[in-house]
């Protein structure tokens, strides 16, 4: 296989790895987030307020890991610096 | 979504007027729409500001933003919240603004905020109000010694912590909005007829959390650069408050003993 298409391969499905193995991980973690305030919302109604924020403060932060594999497969796929490189290099040699 | 091709990841790479280094590309132009409709609107609104018993519709909707702004604020920092009103609603209500003109019908928008340059630019606007406000609550030295609690061994970490924190800010942005156009875009592309729509929705959600987030991290970000002293100072205020009491019992045992031999 030439280059050209050993780059297009390989972006391909390590965007689709990336988005997929970053989905996972997030996923679990704001589970817990959310199913922990949730009992501390359901003892502690006072607290809603607090609760709250902080629960969305935590859940930026960890969708924000979720967020960087989604920008490096977009990157991956629509911006790929290899693959112009290798484009251009076929349509001048 | 016509501006945008589906290779640009960026409102940077529509360029719009080009003229030797000038460049006017399409996040700057949005940019400025933005900018133009918050100034416009606040200006026409507050030129008629009355305090009788009748307010206008837009002096309500603006004193309802502002209030809901200046409570979130108290709510962190526990202090009266006027001295971060007007840099966190400004980045609040550009955000805001930014990621919601998206639905005006027949006005093809990019969002300013899916470009990393914007983001970027209101991250290390947070990078530098950070140690301001630190340096105005407590002096220079105050702030420094920051950095050398609880253990002088802390600081590179503490350093490395400022400069990450301000990257992820940016990123986070960028990415949560870039992310919803790009998928109206493709979804456009692939299925044009009620996804897109559903989708946009979604991302108007997004935005709106997205600058809601911003806001309070980057306020959460500036009350903890003063949360140490802060908690210095309570400490004292606990000791005091003891030590009064322990003064204040004394005297009640002596008289309580005289009135026992008594």
């Excluded at chain 2, 007007?86 to 905020?113: C, D, E, K, Q, R």
């Excluded at chain 2, 109000?129 to 407590?138: F, K, L, T, W």
């Excluded at chain 2, 008289?255 to 008594?262: F, L, R």
Aim: glycine share 8%.
């Amino acid at each position: 296989m030439d280059n050209l298409g050993l780059v297009g391969m390989i972006s391909i499905f390590t965007a689709g790895l990336t988005i997929g193995l970053g989905a996972i991980g997030p996923a679990l973690g704001e589970g817990r987030a959310v199913a922990s305030a949730l009992s501390a919302l359901a003892q502690q109604p006072d607290e809603s307020n607090t609760i709250t924020r902080t629960l969305f403060v935590g859940l930026a932060m960890i969708e924000s890991t979720a967020i960087y594999c989604f920008v490096v497969s977009m990157i991956l796929i629509f911006a790929n610096p290899f693959w112009d490189y290798f484009t251009q290099q076929t349509a001048g040699g | 979504m016509d501006l945008l091709d589906l290779k640009q990841i960026s409102p940077d790479e529509v360029v719009f007027w080009e003229w030797r280094f000038v460049t006017i590309n399409a996040t700057l132009v949005f940019t400025w729409v933005v900018m133009f409709v918050l100034v416009l609107g606040s200006w026409l609104v507050t030129r008629t500001l009355t305090t009788g018993p009748t307010i206008s519709r837009w002096q309500n909707l603006l004193e309802v933003v502002v209030d809901g702004i200046r409570r979130e604020i108290a709510g962190i920092v526990q202090e009266r919240p006027e001295r971060y009103l007007a840099f966190i609603g400004t980045l609040f209500l550009f955000i805001f603004l930014s990621n919601l003109l998206n639905i005006v019908p027949g006005f093809v928008y990019v969002a300013p905020t899916a470009s990393l340059s914007t983001t970027a630019a209101l991250a290390i606007c947070v990078f530098f109000a950070v140690p301001i406000y630190s340096i105005a609550n407590e002096g220079f030295l105050g702030y420094l010694k920051n950095f050398l609690l609880p253990t002088p061994l802390m600081l590179p970490f503490k350093i490395i912590g400022e400069v990450s924190r301000t990257l992820a800010l940016a990123v986070r942005l960028f990415g949560n909005i870039m992310s919803g156009t790009k998928i109206v875009a493709i979804l456009m592309a692939v299925a044009p007829l009620i996804f897109p729509i559903l989708m946009h929705a979604l991302g108007l959600l997004t935005g709106v959390i997205q600058a809601y987030i911003f806001a309070v991290l980057a306020m959460v970000y500036i009350a903890s650069a003063s949360r140490a002293r802060e908690e210095e100072r309570e400490e004292e205020l606990l000791n005091q408050h003891s030590k009064l009491e322990e003064d204040e019992q004394k005297p009640t045992r002596a008289q309580d003993g005289v009135s026992d031999h008594g």
